[in-house]
């Protein structure tokens, strides 16, 4: 039978960005963005559209594709910095950045984007996006469905998850929800470290010229081991750094930035530990001729959540 919003309600399920979040697909797929490039008073949106040229992409682009293929388990409304009805805060709960969209609503829509990573000092780690972190099931907009077992709500439906720069689609196990699925957020999880792992392992074979010796990828437990803490880690961000750093075309550095902000943001630290990593870090490139190495440390540092 298939399920009800209320029924995902009552099973304590958040169905309250669905609406949101599919405004915000349609407009990007329709192309009726418009960006607000202006420095803000952080800097912090300089930072992540300098690095996203770094990476070989348009801005407006980029976001249009971020846009189109957002899902409601993402976003978290903050209603406190909402100045009017038109406007919508959103916090993205993966990526750690806020989107201020204000809605044009006359007649033919549009959306002004105000696009910009909003981690200064952790404000994103609020109680609210520590218990969307918690969700264990969540709704999705997919792309088509795979399969369907007869007279059961069971399917395999895929569907397409920004991840950093890159643009992943995955096949899950799903139940139907009216007009979307319902899916498990772990398996989400798992198939991010799946891929990340494959990009790790591939630098083995590549003509890359890294240190494979000191590499490391994640367990067949999807964890990080820290065994060896202090040299295995921070050899590993390194190699990452330098996959990124000597990457030639868009696709290949979108993939690199996957990677590592996948491998940043699974690193299970102490705040001691994450401010020495990224003392390291900072010490190893403190002299380079590496072109946006700052941008790519900033990058490192935001996924960390440093202050």
Do not use: W
């Amino acid at each position: 039978m298939q399920l009800t919003y209320e029924d995902a309600g009552r099973q304590g399920l958040d169905m309250s960005m669905i609406a949101v979040c599919r405004k915000l697909r349609r407009l990007a797929k329709l192309d009726r963005l418009k960006l607000d490039e202006n420095e803000h008073r952080s800097c912090l949106n300089r930072h992540l559209f300098d690095y996203i040229e770094y990476c070989g992409r348009d801005v407006l682009d980029f976001i249009k594709q971020y846009l189109s293929n957002l899902q409601p388990y993402m976003i978290l409304r903050r209603k406190e910095q909402e100045p009017e009805h038109s406007f919508i805060c959103v916090i993205d709960n993966v990526y750690r950045v806020s989107v201020y969209i204000k809605v044009d609503n006359r007649q033919f829509e549009e959306v002004v984007i105000s696009f910009h990573e909003d981690n200064k000092r952790g404000i994103v780690r609020t109680n609210s996006l520590m218990q969307a972190d918690q969700q264990r099931y969540v709704p999705i907009f997919a792309d088509s469905v795979m399969s369907r077992v007869e007279e059961e709500n069971r399917y395999v439906v895929k569907a397409f998850f920004q991840r950093g720069l890159s643009v992943l689609g995955l096949e899950l196990a799903a139940a139907k929800c009216e007009d979307v699925f319902i899916v498990e957020k772990n398996a989400i999880h798992m198939q991010f470290l799946s891929y990340c792992n494959d990009y790790i392992r591939d630098l083995y074979i590549s003509d890359l010229n890294l240190d494979f010796d000191r590499i490391e990828v994640f367990s067949v437990l999807q964890q990080i081991s820290f065994t060896s803490y202090g040299r295995d880690t921070f050899s590993s961000v390194s190699i990452l750094i330098d996959s990124l750093c000597v990457q030639k075309d868009m696709f290949s550095k979108s993939l690199a930035d996957f990677a590592l902000v996948t491998f940043v943001q699974n690193l299970k630290l102490t705040d001691e530990q994450r401010q020495e990593l990224m003392d390291l870090l900072e010490e190893k490139f403190r002299v380079t001729s590496i072109r946006g190495i700052d941008l790519i440390l900033m990058r490192i540092r935001e996924n960390l959540y440093l202050e």
